[in-house]
């Protein structure tokens, strides 16, 4: 049985040509603020410093709620709405055991196939 | 573990006053329920997902008193019924209704939710996804019933080993 993390966390870091964000935990209807204000935070940053990749961590993610896959609907919205030179590719780590994440990101890599991976 | 017989109905029904936290721990704990009786880890995450969607709709729409959750497994039929009711005001009742009703009418789960994601990139909360979520994500119907103020959504499975071992 897994282990279930409470609360949700987000931590953001800077490599050479990417931007890393580590997501954990259950991203549940008290982590809709949260994921909102995390995505906007990476979205100026890879446009601030021309980041080529964002690469998402959801391995420890147990859940998330349709208010915060919003907020990844919205964030891949507008970087869609942006021009494509200014555009940067995101790259989501997942666990393929956690089965929902293989629905949920595949419904986003539907939504964005230009600038949206998935790996397991 | 007691042996479950291939036709046997299992359900069970909780009612409660659904906050976020309990939304959380109730998935938690069906999530236990489904893994234990259909033994099948993917039917057990979109009926988890369903069950949360569900109940925080119950949260953010409901207006006040009980929710009910009762959660029914025809073991024969490869059946799960998810249902939630809870009272609601008119204003998100007729809401509820018009989502529902454009959902169904609309013969393609996936072509539907991709355009309501598509309709709400500039949306603020509140949009309908979750039972969009439920529908393509869950691969579930969706229907609702009103009576009243009282208000009360099933969502059905079909798990994918059809009658469950």
């Not at chain 1, 994921?35 to 961590?57: C, F, K, P």
């Not at chain 1, 919205?77 to 790259?91: D, S, V």
């Not at chain 2, 009742?93 to 609309?106: D, Q």
Request: aromatic fraction near 6%; include cysteine.
């Amino acid at each position: 049985m897994r282990e279930h993390l409470d609360g949700f966390s987000s931590r953001i870091a800077r490599s050479d040509e990417a931007l890393h964000v580590l997501l954990e935990g259950d991203a549940n209807m008290s982590a809709v603020e949260d994921v909102g204000r995390t995505l906007d935070e990476v979205h100026e940053t890879a446009l601030r410093e021309n980041v080529s990749v964002v690469v998402i961590d959801v391995r420890n993610l147990e859940f998330m709620n349709s208010s915060c896959f919003k907020k990844f609907v919205s964030w891949l919205g507008h970087l869609q709405e942006l021009p494509k030179e200014t555009q940067y590719m995101i790259r989501f780590l997942s666990d393929p055991k956690m089965h929902w994440q293989r629905r949920s990101l595949h419904v986003l890599q539907c939504f964005a196939p230009d600038v949206v991976t998935v790996e397991t | 573990m007691p042996q479950l017989y291939a036709d046997e109905r299992v359900y069970f029904e909780l009612v409660f006053r659904p906050s976020v936290v309990l939304t959380t721990t109730v998935r938690r704990f069906v999530s236990d329920f489904y893994e234990r009786v259909l033994d099948d880890e993917d039917s057990t995450s979109r009926l988890a997902m369903a069950t949360q969607e569900l109940l925080e709709n119950a949260v953010k729409y409901g207006s006040h008193g009980e929710t009910v959750l009762r959660i029914e497994v025809l073991r024969s039929e490869g059946i799960v019924r998810i249902h939630t009711s809870n009272r609601s005001d008119a204003l998100n009742i007729a809401i509820l209704e018009r989502r529902i009703s454009e959902m169904r009418s609309a013969p393609d789960p996936v072509g539907f939710y991709q355009r309501l994601l598509r309709a709400t990139v500039n949306e603020p909360d509140g949009s309908g996804l979750g039972l969009a979520r439920i529908r393509c994500e869950g691969e579930m119907e969706v229907d609702l019933t009103v009576e009243g103020d009282r208000v009360a959504i099933n969502a059905i499975a079909r798990t994918h080993s059809g009658a469950p071992s």
